[in-house]
């Protein structure tokens, strides 16, 4: 019962959260310099004055602002984002087309980071002034400071150009016949390059993380209690400590979605992904408007989805806090 | 009579004298050698981007040779030229002040409203902590680089605008480190100490708790310097900073279609914004020991 009603603040929050972000597209295309229909329209589209005059009536442009406001909000909550003219397609229907190679290269890349990341920590942790561990200090400078599109276009020389293990670009090679699985396993290895590239970022940061949070788990209490008891040492590392250094990755990787969808844009532009990002550069670049707009909602709704599936998983993880309810 | 005695001979003898914060983080920040490197490293290339465009004077929009020389080829280029025949060389040493000018401008803009805001939440709380962290929860939503992006297309890509996009959609992780430090420090004896004697909130905010949650603040703000000037890399790499002034991020951002038949016009830059920001976050990680009595034993 009390999770629920946990859940359901939780969920009235986001709401809240997807409503500003609304507010703020609209903030936006009336703040951007020149007329907001054209702004809805596109600047290169094919705003014709029939076409500007019916976003005008359609949104409502000649009542109060507070009333565009009313329709603009009524409009997008029922998914209507505006056509894009250079696509020539609706605003909803390009995103949702492109939000599932997203989330695919998002999600690879944030397993990865995790799972090697807390691996890499641990075993770190267990000696301090050990190989791993400075290879995890090393990797960790490194993998903040290098820009990610560099990486990935280092990563493109050297894998798919000097020696072409992987393809440089895409999501699939059309010309494959074959079977749903070899379709799999192609999609798989074209997703090799850019998710690593995207994970490497975190999963410096991860690593870090977790020698730094194993590092003050062991020495605690009840880890020198299990020792005393006569724990296993790989017991004592492995269900002792690390469930509880794993939190601050939980709460970090939680906290830090849009930053990974910001790599993913940066990720999906140098390996031509077909993705949300390539989507974003290619509509800013044709200034797409509602479309630009429209990635940057639904953008924002997968970090706040993400959120709140952090705070839940949170709760599995950790028992103390779902007692604290 | 005794006891006051051998008080003055402590002091003729000299007590041992309180060494200085900063003297001592200092002390600590030059026995850190990956720091000490990282410090050198970057008057290198402060040096190299005030100083170079003096001694080489190529003017880096110049067309000088063949486009796509290779790097080694040609003594005019020694770098190697770009798709239109640009002098790779002059880029790196001329394309160094925007990107770190961007770099530092952004950095400023966001610890400025980063700290105002989590100043003001940590020490007045209530509503005015619940409403500003509403708000930097808001911006936290918002995938940084995607919102940035949306700016600069919105308004302007000139590196004024594309300063104050990356500022306006990096504070909140400053925010909240600022909002801990007041908070932890609100309640501390020498605050109210301040207080007793008449101290008003702002000269409190100001005078009595900012000085004491400078440590990690400073750190925070020189990694953000680095994560300004990959944030301005990241835009020119998709096109979006200033095509009219000369960056490490416009070399990689007009190089980007070549990747394959010229990696010099992009890797070279690219290799240059790595070993800025490796430099800026060694000095970060090298003042966060220093700062950090705590971690100085390990």
Known sequence: MQILTMLLR??????????????????LIHLAPGDPAEVIAGEMGGATEEVMASIRKAYGLDRPLHEQLGVYLGKTLQGDFGQSFFYNASVTSLILGRIGPTLLLVTTAL?????????????????PRGIVSNLVTVLSIVGYSAPIFWTGIMLIILLAWIFPVFPISNMRDVTLEGGTFRQILDVAHHLVLPAFTLGIVFLAQYSRLTRASMLE??????IRTA???????????GKHALRNAILPVVTIAGLQFGSIISGAVLVETVFNWPGLGTLAFQSILARDYPTVLGILFFSALIVIIMNVVTDILYRVVDPRIRTAD | MAQSDSTDAMIQGGIPKAEHPVSEAWRMFQRNTAAMFGLVLLGFLVLITLIGPLVYSVDPFEIVWAPLTPPGQEATAPLGTDYLGRDILAGLIHGGVATLAVGLAAAFITV?????????????????DDILMRVTEFFQVLPALMFAMVLVTLFSSSLTVVAIAIGLVSWPPTARLARAEFLRIRNLEYVSAARSVGAKNP???WRVILPNALPPLIVSATLTIGTAILFEAGLSFLGLSDPNTYSWGYMIGSGRDNILDAWWAVTLPGGMIFITVLAVSLIG??????FNPKLRER
């Open chain 2, 203 to 205: 000269r409190i905010i």
């Open chain 1, 10 to 27: 939780r969920l009235l929050y986001a709401a809240i959260l997807v409503l500003a972000v609304l507010v703020l597209n609209f903030l």
């Open chain 2, 285 to 290: 990680d090298g003042l966060n020991d220093a």
């Open chain 1, 227 to 237: 020792r005393a008891k006569g724990v296993p040492e790989r017991s004592v590392f």
């Open chain 2, 112 to 128: 400025t409203i980063g700290l105002t805001v989590g100043a003001l939440a940590g020490f007045y709380l209530g509503l005015v």
């Open chain 1, 217 to 222: 788990v062991l020495g605690s209490d009840y």
């Open chain 1, 111 to 127: 397993l990865f980071a995790i799972g090697l990341g807390t691996l890499l920590g641990v075993i770190a942790s267990r000696n």
